[in-house]
């Protein structure tokens, strides 16, 4: 999660515990919102302590600029 933080930090200029508060939030949405497989494993991911991420693959560059990000 500081990995998280500290793009949005780095991208936006927000104080570190806005952006805390803003990833917290936005984290949040999603457990609430995805199917509960998938939310389940939110906080895993977010620590660096789930398979996951290895297998949804290229999920992250085919959503391209959802969360903004045009490279």
Do not use: C, H, W
Request: charged share 30%.
């Amino acid at each position: 999660m500081n990995e998280i933080i500290q793009r949005l930090i780095e991208r936006t200029g927000l104080p570190e515990d806005k952006a805390e508060a803003a990833v917290e939030t936005v984290l949040g949405y999603l457990k609430e919102k995805l199917p509960a497989p998938v939310a389940s494993e939110i906080d895993s991911l977010v620590s660096g302590e789930s398979g996951l991420a290895d297998r949804l693959g290229g999920l992250e560059a085919s959503l391209g600029g959802l969360f903004g990000n045009k490279e």
